[in-house]
Structure formats: C-alpha cells, structure tokens
C-alpha cells in the first residue's frame, strides 16, 4: 500500500453505509504489519477494525474472514469476530471486530495451550483448503496433500523467484522420500496456519489469535511454526501437551513442516531465507539410508 492519503473520505463513507451507522468515523490508523493498511473505525462508541488492500487483494480478505469464521465456530479460542468484506473503488477491505489487546503473559500462554489443543481435537473429514484461494483438493492422505499443496506450491513458485538449483533439487527429494518421514498418520484438524508471536495476544490474560492462513492439516503444523520465530512461553507448550498429547518423532516432523514457510519467506522476502531452508533440507535428507 501507499500513504494514507491513498485512501478517501468517500471509501469512510462507504464503510459507515455498509455497516449502518449513523455517523461517519473518528479514524486512528494502526501500525504492525507491512501488507495492509490497518484502521481502528470509532463510530460514536460502535467501533471496527478494518484491513485496507488493493482491489485485487480481496480472494486474501474473502480467505481470512472464512479462517476466523471456522476458528470462532469451534468455540475452543478467542479471534476477532469477522463482519464484512468488500471493494470499494481501487480498494478491497475486511471489517472485523475491534479487540483491545495485550501483549500475552504466562496465564495467556497457558490459556492459549489448552484451547488450541482443545481446537486440534475437532477431528475433519479431508486434509485440505476451504477456502477459495488455491485448488481445494480434498484429501484422505496428509502426506500427500502436505508434499503437493504445500511443498511443491511453494518450490515452483521458488523458481519463479531465481530459486537455486541444489534449493529446488533438495526440496523435491524430500517430496519423493516424504513417506519415509510421515510416518504417524495424523487425523485433520483445524489450522491458525501461521502461528506465531506476532498472531497471539490476550485480553485480560484471556488468548486471543488473529490473522489466521488456516486449513485441514496435521495439528504439528501450528506448533512447529510457534516455534521457528518465537513468541511463545513454556507454559504454552505444557498446558497444551498436557491437553493433546504430542507424539514421539515431533523433533524432526517439525523440522519438515517448517520448510514449507521458511521458502515462503524467500518467496515473499529472498535472502537469507534460501540458505536457512537448505539447511533445513539437509538435516532431514542426511537421515535417508
């Protein structure tokens, strides 16, 4: 997005039709992500939260108010609660639930553990999307959706970006070699998707999650990716341990789940992040006999 100034009175004007309200908004931009542009919407007391894209970002805005939908249904874990999405002129939006939030502490940590593994025991019936983003292949096997919709997603589009070739060489042997390492058999439970600190805050020591990329998949994905950039206390891990089990072999799976957002971020960002995947890559393929 460009400044603020990119944004007219108009479009205010059009959200306070869409949401009924008698008056137009006090606006309070509010800063913490880079992709969208984020307001607080004070309507004489009613206030929203609203995400502001380019117009062809709406699939993305459509996509994340499903995921807190699906979230909210399962009654387990606080989220936004999501009103409406739309595109007004060049500009897509999602209106949501305004929540005063805190930075979590130990007791939300601990809240969070237990309602996110209360949440990973809603058994689904197929690994897959339910949103309309990517071709929603339902499957019955989780090794063969993770290696296909995930890995392999994100290594062609990896080519596109100059990928390197021993990259792009070790990812799809991993792809091959994939049952080898999948060996569990998990049953599909509801993803967050991209769970990690900055996606995890409290209201009164009450967890609350927000921002989800959510799908059917192994429960594994959401806590292997708390752990590759931090945020989360001990307590988290305990409670929700404590709640639903965590199976033996974790260490490595986790490893293997966390190169599928590891070379999104090269994607998204390139760097550093091509060398942090391979080695990655090397840590599970140096295990192959």
Do not use: C
């Not at 949440?119 to 290696?147: C, L, P, Q, V």
């Not at 998707?193 to 020591?205: E, Q, V």
């Amino acid at each position: 997005m460009d400044t603020i100034q990119t944004i007219s009175k108009n479009f205010f004007s059009n959200i306070q039709k869409e949401l009924n309200q008698k008056s137009y908004p006090a606006i309070k931009e509010v800063f913490g992500g880079d992709i969208n542009k984020t307001f607080k919407l004070d309507f004489n007391g009613n206030i929203f939260f609203i995400k502001v894209n380019k117009k062809d970002n709406l699939i993305v805005f459509q996509d994340e108010f499903l995921a807190l939908e699906k979230i909210s249904n399962t009654n387990t874990i606080k989220t936004p609660k999501p009103y409406l999405y739309g595109v007004y002129e060049s500009l897509s939006y999602l209106i949501m639930q305004y929540l005063d939030l805190s930075n979590a502490n130990a007791i939300a940590n601990k809240d969070l553990g237990i309602k996110l593994a209360k949440m990973h025991n809603i058994k689904y019936d197929f690994f897959g999307y339910f949103d309309s983003k990517m071709d929603n292949n339902k499957e019955k096997n989780w090794n063969t959706f993770f290696a296909k919709n995930r890995l392999e997603d994100k290594i062609k589009t990896a080519k596109t970006k100059n990928a390197s070739t021993s990259l792009i060489n070790k990812t799809y042997k991993l792809i091959e070699n994939i049952d080898k390492f999948l060996t569990h058999n998990p049953t599909p439970s509801l993803l967050h998707g991209d769970l990690w600190g900055g996606n995890f805050s409290s209201i009164k020591n009450e967890a609350v999650i927000y921002d989800p990329s959510s799908y059917y998949g192994d429960r594994e994905v959401d806590l292997a990716m708390s752990e590759l950039f931090g945020g989360f206390s001990n307590e988290f891990y305990k409670f929700y341990n404590e709640t639903n089990k965590i199976e033996d072999g974790y260490e490595l799976r986790k490893i293997i789940y966390n190169i599928d957002p590891v070379i999104n971020h090269f994607n998204l960002f390139g760097g550093h992040y091509s060398n942090q995947a391979e080695n990655m890559l090397d840590k599970i393929l140096n295990n192959l006999h």
